[in-house]
């Protein structure tokens, strides 16, 4: 069964050929089996997830319910779910059970999905490869000596080895797309407000933004069906109208237009991934698209800039976690300030500590001006870049990671190598664009993604393009040894 879509999940459940609650025993079997080489999953809620299979089974009976009920999927631990831990991955939460459920788990429980448990991350979301949690870094399925990516890491690990038939994400600049990219799964970031951020523990409120991780792009269609929409509790949804995206998925490419940016195909990326994007062009080129050149000079910019907006956002974000209301709290402190001293000193690690210090630093009097107002000047620049892009090509396309999965602490005490295994994803969180990852044909045994970006709200025709060439190749189909 786990070898199964969503969509032909869907299938089945609907037709009767076995229940959701068979489906969910064996999925939680796998993770019972499996996880334990991947690390992917902080929390597993059996009882939880079997109780919601039975009340799916029960709108299926009557012949209720849509293509996501009854399927089990998992969210990444950065999503509030009422009376389940919510870790962020960080011993500063550790011991926080969730009074409320965020939108997306929300939406996303009342079409029906059954959740299985909640997935291992970066602490706070902070990183690019899954190893700063407080619960051990995730495994790569495909080699489990490398990192899968991050900082959705245990999402997208937990999806390629099929311990899920989906999961939800976070991207704040690449945590969707980059690890999609390093263990070969389909990862879409919407628009930024596409999705409510109401329930989502904060990193830097201008750039985070939820989506899904699948297996293919129409199971990433039905998902985003569901987790999109207007939502009145967040101050940044965006009231638009939610197109249907499996109707558009299928439509001929004859006459897009495709632009590469000449800044994505310089010094720093691997040779192979740049010969895996030729290839996949070319199967575009074979559909009726057109390719050209375009550029995006301000992109190289975007590292700098974001890793001055981002930990800016972060330190004012993680302010509340003191040690008073809630998380965790330092033993026998002496007085108030030794309280929050050590509450957080202890609470969080060292990356995000890092994070918080140059946030607090860009921001303090004398350093706005020359730190965080030029970042925010040159973050409009790169969004121009994109409006002047957009007015030649319809889509944009380029390596989502500058190499493959590296190993295991390979790049833990070099911060900044670190930060530049997102040098082509974070320009689009800082122009609020989509952009997803689809697999490409494996490199040197492992996978490699393709990015696609669009124009503000134009998830459809990302979802279409992705899908059109999944129905040429067989690239997204491939297995890890080990999980089939």
Known sequence: ???????ELAVHLHRGDFTSTDLTGHYLARIERLDSRLNSFISVDADGALAAA???????????????????????????????KTSCGSRMLNNFVAPYSAAVVERLERAGAVVLGKTNMDE???????????????KNPWDEGAVPGGSSGGSAAAVAARLCAAATGTDTGGSIRQP???????????TYGRISRWGMIAFASSLDQAGPMTRSAEDAAILLQV??????????SADQPVPYYTSELGSDLTGLRIGLPKEYFGEGLDPDIASAVQTAVTVYEQLGATVTDVSLPNSPLSVPTYYVVAPAECSSNLARFDGVRYGHRCEDPKDLEDMYKRSRAEGFGAEVKRRIMIGTYVLSAGYYDAYYLKAQKIRHLISDDFKRAFEQVDLIMGPTSPTTAFPLGDKKDDPVAMYLNDIYTIAANL??????????????????GLQIIGNYFQEGRLLNAA????QETDWHLAVPTGFA
Do not use: W
């Open 180 to 190: 999609a990219a390093l263990c070969g799964i389909t990862g879409l970031k919407p």
């Open 467 to 470: 899908h059109k060439l999944q």
């Open 431 to 448: 122009a609020g664009l989509p952009g997803m990852s689809i697999p490409m044909v494996t490199v040197n045994g492992k996978p490699a």
């Open 124 to 138: 706070f979301a902070m990183g690019s490869s899954s190893e700063t949690s407080f619960y051990g870094p995730v």
């Open 1 to 7: 069964m786990h070898d199964k879509t969503i969509a």
């Open 227 to 236: 987790m999109a929409g207007f939502d009145p509790r967040d101050s940044t």
């Open 54 to 84: 039975e009340r799916a089974d029960a709108r299926l009976s009557r012949g209720e319910g849509g293509p996501l009920t009854g399927i089990p999927i998992a969210h990444k631990d950065i999503f509030c779910s009422k009376g389940v």
